[in-house]
């Protein structure tokens, strides 16, 4: 099968190329292109086309870690993106818009999509609003989060986006105000989970469904660890993926997230998922925060509030606390509120937590006590 995937055309932009064709722009592009991004898309469309090279790279994000380099095959992830378009009814001659950087799994395996589905391949930056600049809504899309409330805050692109037939979001949580308004304008959104070990996507839900349930994708077997943890297994897979998310399965197949178990608070004797609690506070910020535990003498654990300095006044902390009282159950409420210089992203919009709570530029850490009386 290798052979075959080896000598898959692209249309790439309205113009189908046969793989000699493709490496020759890939060749041109590593010459003229201004941007990284367009030189990660030649590079990694060189690799696939490549039979000397018998494994595809895809970088780990970092999220909850140190990054880390994965290889898969062509097979694999041709399969993966085989499924996602028969999921989604993708065919033959539909656009597919890739505004998400190729130097991620997420990225390349929009390519591959196309590849598959005999799309038609749009390329756009990854910028923050991918949208600008395009005219006809596309059939497919896959965006994270940031792009996403970009596009609805432009009234050009809030068109496109409620005129494109699908979209997935991934790489990072959506706000819930954000997930709310999505729903009331757009009725084939999905929020997607998997992560680089899994081929990005391996089950979807629906925005503003309730409850937020991911239903998995057609072949993909979920069962839980003797912790709750989410294992995972996927015909395209090597083998069973054991994760670090807590997640109950409801009786239909489909599964709840609880967030990750290396975050959990433990406070009080009472298990607290930061995830969570970070969804029902969304509505309050509009720039990036996060919870996390911190030990305290009693409890064991509380759970408190990491957000940027620059953006917090007393009005604020004064309007947070009565938000918490009012929309927090008191054994959840964070007990503090603690400002930092920066929080740290990944290229993705995803929150690298150790690395905000880490970085120097952070240091030293001050409390500012959230009163609830």
Excluded at 123 to 137: F, K
Excluded at 177 to 202: F, K, N, P
Excluded at 215 to 230: F, S
């Amino acid at each position: 099968m290798t052979e075959d995937l080896l000598n898959l055309p692209l249309t790439l932009n309205g113009i189908t190329l046969s793989p000699e064709e493709v490496k020759a722009w890939c060749h041109h592009r590593l010459i003229t292109a201004e941007h990284d991004w367009e030189k990660n898309l030649a590079n990694f469309l060189l690799q696939w086309y490549d039979a000397a090279q018998p494994a595809i790279t895809a970088q780990t994000s970092g999220s909850t870690g140190t990054p880390r380099t994965l290889y898969f095959s062509r097979e694999a992830m041709f399969e993966s993106a085989r499924r996602t378009c028969n999921f989604f009814g993708l065919r033959k001659g539909m656009t597919a818009l890739l505004c998400l950087n190729t130097s991620f799994i997420a990225g390349k395996m929009m390519v591959v999509r196309a590849l598959a589905g005999g799309l038609n391949l749009i390329v756009a930056p990854p910028v923050q609003n991918p949208l600008q600049g395009i005219i006809t809504p596309p059939d497919f899309v896959a965006m994270v989060p940031t792009q996403i409330i970009a596009a609805l805050k432009n009234p050009d692109t809030n068109h496109v986006l409620q005129n494109t037939k699908t979209i997935l979001i991934g790489g990072a949580p959506l706000p819930a105000a954000v997930e709310t308004r999505l729903a009331s304008l757009h009725s084939d959104a999905w929020i997607t989970y998997g992560m680089t070990e899994t081929l990005t996507h391996i089950a979807v839900r629906r925005v503003g469904e309730d409850p937020p349930a991911f239903r998995p994708l057609p072949g993909v077997t979920l069962t839980t660890a003797l912790d709750e943890t989410l294992c995972i297994y996927a015909p395209f897979l090597e083998s069973e993926i054991k994760t670090n998310d807590l997640a109950e399965i409801l009786p239909d197949g489909r599964f709840i997230l609880k967030g990750r178990a290396d975050f959990v608070i433990n406070s009080g004797g009472i298990k607290i998922f930061p995830e969570q609690l970070e969804q029902r506070l969304s509505p309050f910020f509009r720039r990036p925060f996060f919870v996390t535990g911190q030990s305290h003498p009693v409890l064991g654990e509380v759970p408190v509030i990491i957000a940027e300095a620059s953006l917090i006044t007393e009005k604020d902390i004064m309007e947070l606390s009565n938000f918490i009282a009012t929309n927090i159950p008191r054994h959840e409420r964070p007990f503090a509120l603690v400002p930092v210089r920066q929080i740290i992203m990944s290229a993705g919009g995803k929150i690298l937590r150790i690395q905000t709570l880490h970085a120097e530029i952070n240091q030293p850490v001050i409390n500012i006590e959230l009163n609830y009386d």
